[in-house]
């Protein structure tokens, strides 16, 4: 089991009623959340999280390849999350268990990654931090 933001709740039950007026009843508990554009179950042999992925690109139109050449995947967006967590500064431990892994090497090592602007920032903070602590103990000799 893993928590959902609130917003992403909200948008789930959200579709509730369109789901309703598809299926012409009540939506059950056991009633898929994610359907097909026509609003049916996707059959046994499409059922493959990849492939559903790849059809709804197509269908929203976005592109698979970035300019860059970075293909959008399941896999690629695990990778965003671990990094966007990091950014935000999730515990690498939370990070772990949010994404399944067995270890917070396998995590940190492959699924988190480092770029320049993240060094900037890290070394912005610490100074940001310096100059607070600096201030405090002029703030504590003068008053």
Known sequence: MLPLRRDYVNELVALRPIHERVLWR??????????TPEGSPWDPISNN?????????????????DTRGHVIDLHALR??????LAR?????????????????????RYYTHVEVEDLRDAIESVAAAAK???????RAEVG
């Open 79 to 84: 990778h965003t999350c671990a990094t966007r």
């Open 49 to 65: 999280a990849l492939r559903i992925f790849r059809r709804l690109l197509e269908c929203a139109e976005i592109d698979r390849t």
């Open 132 to 138: 607070k602590s600096h201030l405090k103990a002029v």
């Open 88 to 108: 935000s500064g999730v515990p690498i431990t939370t990070t772990q268990k949010l994404l399944g892994h067995s270890t917070v090497e396998l995590t940190a």
């Open 26 to 35: 009540d939506v059950l508990p056991t009633d898929r959340l994610f359907l």
